[in-house]
């Protein structure tokens, strides 16, 4: 019920990882370093999401490949977008609706009951209302 998009804990996030894998989720490292533009963030999340050919490496792509994601077999999923700052830095607005696009299909998957966390590394103060898990 408290899956969503959430800032990535400073500590512990090997703990979390190895938890949710042991409870059958599916984990997903998609380290974001150095990527700057849109381009760079679809290529990076259609390799590490295994999108099918179908991808069209568009915000409207990605939002149709995180509520299939049919070609990952699991009980559901745990993604963490590691070293943000970059994207964020260079492409706020497209950082923020890339994460609206990743918070809806949460509560897409939510609704269907299938866990669905996505949690980023990037400073607190990047994005303010980007809560922290507590």
């Given amino acids: 019920t408290r899956a969503g998009v959430y800032r990535a804990p400073q500590a512990g996030m090997v ?11 599916a984990t997903h ?4 370093t150095k990527v700057r533009d849109k381009s760079a963030l679809f290529e990076r999340l259609a390799t590490a999401l295994k999108f099918p050919g ?7 792509a990605l939002a149709d490949c995180l509520n299939d994601l049919s ?3 699991a009980n559901g999923h745990v ?5 943000c700052d ?12 890339a994460l609206h696009v990743f918070a809806s299909a949460s509560k897409a998957w939510r609704e269907e009951n299938v866990p669905f966390w ?3 590394g990037v400073r607190p103060d990047v994005i303010a209302n980007l809560p922290g898990l507590a």
């Fill in 86 to 97: 970059d994207f964020s830095a260079s492409q706020a607005e497209d950082f923020t609706i």
């Fill in 118 to 120: 996505v949690f980023v």
């Fill in 15 to 25: 703990d979390l990882l190895a938890s949710a894998e042991a409870s059958g989720l």
């Fill in 71 to 73: 070609w990952l077999s």
């Fill in 54 to 60: 179908w991808f069209g490496h568009n915000l409207d």
């Fill in 29 to 32: 490292r998609i380290d974001l």
């Fill in 79 to 83: 993604i963490l977008l590691e070293h």
